[in-house]
């Protein structure tokens, strides 16, 4: 071997080792002391909604919210979050199982359901740290390079973003006139995020800016490899989820006592979803969005928001316990 080759070898090495180690990204705490502020200027609000809407019926705060959760039609309701539970993980399962083939080798879906299932666990605490324990896992388990498969987990958080925007530009438009004014915000996120979304997929087919460095990282491999069909294809195998969520809401707000159809709905749900996914003033609006879009149900649009979204975290992790032990004996064995 030549010393040029040497050299060269060498420096390959040195910078797949830069790409695989990811740097920790230092939270800074005045986020943290904005994500308090925002959080504490939710409660307060709703504790005003849901005291004001207790005293208009003579009683306690606790006792408002008791008689609220008692008329609540539990059973009923859990079978409809059980079976909407398992949708969405087989629907999200397929996704993440379509993307790594698209870009990596062809892994069987009933190979990826252990997989996604367990980081459910982890996604408790936070999403993205759940898609970061799947890349370590199909890397143990596969011996998968590492940066090959966080690159499939950056493609799949980019698409989820605009997935999202998509459903939530089409629900601005067909029901806008009825969203707070938080959502205003949305005509000029679409569009930014459409110029984006345009510059970036040039960018990476290599037709703006070709000579820069940049999109040869590894870590943005599947974005060199990702043509525009599969961004919509993304889009078309996601989407079921959402369609569904649609319809499993509409019979979950009946359930707690609130009518609302699906044509009502399917406004309004995907601008929901994405403002809670984008830290943007939106955020703060969605925690509080069903209270504000049904102002005449207080306490039941309170209690709905928080037993929605805690019982899909928590059942998926349940989810992820049922195949942990399958999890374990493919990482470790």
Not at 145 to 167: D, K, Q, R
Request: charged letters at 15%; a neutral charge.
């Amino acid at each position: 071997m030549t010393d040029n080759n040497q050299a060269e070898e060498l420096k390959g090495s040195g910078e797949e080792e830069s790409e695989s180690a990811m740097p920790q990204k230092k939270t800074s705490p005045a986020g943290r002391i904005l994500f308090l502020i925002i959080t504490a200027m939710c409660f307060v609000y709703l504790y005003y909604r849901l005291n004001g809407a207790a005293s208009r019926e003579g009683l306690s705060l606790t006792a408002y919210m008791t008689e609220v959760f008692s008329n609540v039609a539990w059973v009923p309701w859990l079978g409809l979050m059980i079976a909407y539970s398992l949708f969405y993980f087989f629907v999200d399962t397929l996704v993440v199982t379509r993307a790594l083939n698209w870009f990596l080798a062809e892994i069987k879906y009933k190979d990826i359901l252990p997989i996604r299932a367990s980081a459910y666990i982890i996604s408790i605490f936070n999403e993205q740290i759940g898609k970061g324990a799947m890349a370590y896992y199909l890397n143990k388990r596969d011996q998968i390079p590492g940066w090959e498969v966080g690159s499939v987990m950056l493609f799949i958080m980019f698409c989820e973003v605009f997935y999202l925007l998509v459903w939530a530009s089409i629900g601005y438009l067909a029901g806008g006139e009825g969203l707070p004014d938080a959502f205003s915000l949305m005509p000029v996120i679409t569009a930014g995020s459409a110029i984006f979304f345009v510059v970036w997929l040039l960018y990476f087919r290599g037709i703006l800016l070709p000579n820069n460095e940049f999109r040869k990282k590894r870590i943005l491999d599947a974005f060199k490899q990702a043509e525009l069909k599969h961004y919509l294809m993304f889009l078309i195998l996601r989407s079921p989820a959402l369609l569904a969520a649609v319809i499993v809401y509409s019979i979950a707000l009946n359930l707690f006592g609130v009518e609302a159809s699906f044509m009502e709905l399917l406004p309004y749900l995907p601008v929901i979803f994405f403002a809670a996914a984008v830290p943007t003033p939106m955020r703060a609006a969605a925690i509080t969005f069903w209270v504000i879009l049904f102002p005449e149900n207080e306490g039941q649009m309170a209690a709905f928001g928080f037993v929605q979204h805690n019982f899909f975290i928590l059942f998926n992790a349940v989810i992820g316990l049922v195949f942990w032990r399958r999890a374990q004996r493919e990482l470790f064995n």
